[in-house]
């Protein structure tokens, strides 16, 4: 299972299909792996208990869906997710496990920014064979193996986070030849995070890395990000310029289009507050509550938690909440009196690097996308590994 788990890393970023099949070998040898040792007490914890009411609360959404065979499938994508991450956390139970997978997310990682690199000088990825995202005139916006800037910058909203925690103690726990190559990863990253001219993404990372500077209270940290915002500032090109300035103009542009689609959530959301119209239905219900005011092409509500509520109702989206707040409150404190270097500096750059990501979701449906979605209980399950392994050593 373990040696499984690489390809399952590897596949989650581009490929849904090969995901599925490394997947599902990963969680039956895992399961098998269970009833074998019999360690069940991993379980045994109210992280787990609140995934499972997070499932319940989705189960119970089918009582209001009128797209049952969607809901269905809506049903066992999530089970998926939740005993994907369990059998991460199952999976990784030392140290030296942990270490190797974590090394194997910033490798493809930046591997992944490297072709997205490609990508922005031949107009081609070469993974996928992706072409970028159209923007403006001849702007376009980089994709990577992803087939959206926007689903790309939600992978970079988690992964540069994973990169900016090891900038400071990276040395310390690699060698210098592997710390120079992740080095190089992120800022590569940090490149391809500009590409996707994602307004969310770019907000996400810069609230989380204002947090891990004021965590981790590192002088570097606070002279690299002053240097990359002044780089930024000053080098970077016109239409990048533009797209940052146009966080403050709410009348225009993609703002009034979101308010719409939010709009149309909230409508949802009110038809069936408690419960939701039925877990994976949002696409088959949004042409329904349209505003008769102002035109708007169907769509993704681009707010993972009011397509959540929409969908599973306000208790579902509570439960979820729930679910990470409890996630972080009882991680970081594990991690930040650590005894281990490297969970100390790895289990913080993994619990940063998920807030990060939730928060763009808030701009983005990254809840919704069955790539991302993957990806996120994926890290999740090895962030909580890593909390493990943190109380025993």
């Known amino acids: 299972a373990f040696i499984v788990l690489f390809f399952v890393i590897a596949f989650a970023s581009f490929s849904i299909s090969l995901f599925e099949i490394a997947s599902a070998l990963f969680m039956g040898l895992a399961l098998i792996s ?10 045994r914890t109210l992280f787990v208990y609140l995934a499972l009411f997070y499932f319940a609360c989705n189960l119970l959404s089918l009582t209001q869906s009128d797209y049952m065979q ?9 089970l998926k997710n939740i005993l994907i991450c369990f ?48 923007y403006w005139g001849e702007i376009k916006r980089w994709t990577g193996p992803f087939s959206h800037a926007n689903d790309y910058s939600a992978y970079l909203s ?12 990276g040395a310390q726990l690699f060698s210098l030849r592997k710390y120079w190559f992740y080095m190089a990863g ?28 004021f965590i981790r209270k590192s002088k570097r940290l606070i002279g690299l990000m002053i240097l990359t915002f002044l780089a930024i500032s000053f080098f970077a090109p016109a239409p990048i310029k533009m797209r940052a300035a146009s966080f403050f103009d709410v009348k225009n542009g993609t703002f009034v289009e979101r308010r719409e689609l939010w709009g149309e959530s909230l409508r949802m959301i009110e038809k069936s507050p408690w419960l939701g119209l039925g877990v994976n239905t949002y696409a088959k219900n949004e042409p329904k509550f349209k505003s008769k005011i102002r035109y708007t ?6 707010n993972g938690y009011l397509q959540m509520a929409a969908e599973i109702g306000l ?34 750059a993994l619990c940063f690097g998920i807030f990060s990501f939730l928060i763009h979701s ?18 999740m399950g090895v962030a909580w590994a890593a909390k493990r392994c943190s109380e025993k050593a």
């Open 362 to 379: 808030a701009t983005d449906t990254n809840l919704q996308s069955l790539l991302l979605v993957n990806t996120l209980w994926l890290v």
């Open 315 to 348: 208790i579902g989206v509570l439960s979820f909440l729930a679910m990470m707040v409890y996630f972080f409150a009882s991680a970081l404190p594990v991690f930040l009196r650590s005894k281990s270097f490297f969970l100390k500096t790895a289990g913080l």
């Open 70 to 78: 969607a809901s269905w499938r809506g049903i066992f994508k999530v």
């Open 158 to 169: 988690l992964v540069v986070l994973l990169f900016f925690g090891i900038v400071i103690d």
């Open 87 to 134: 059998s991460a956390f199952y999976v990784l139970d030392s140290e030296q496990k942990l270490k190797k997978v974590f090394e194997w997310l910033l490798i493809v990682a930046a591997v992944i920014g490297l072709d997205a690199l490609i990508q922005g000088v031949s107009g081609v990825e070469l993974i996928r064979g992706r072409h970028m995202t159209p």
């Open 186 to 213: 992120f800022f590569i990253n940090i490149l391809c995070l500009i590409g996707t001219y994602s307004r969310g993404a770019w907000l996400a990372v810069l609230v989380t890395s204002a947090g891990v500077v």
């Open 34 to 43: 269970l009833f074998r040792t019999r360690h069940f007490f991993y379980f």
């Open 297 to 302: 092409d169907n769509q993704y509500a681009h």
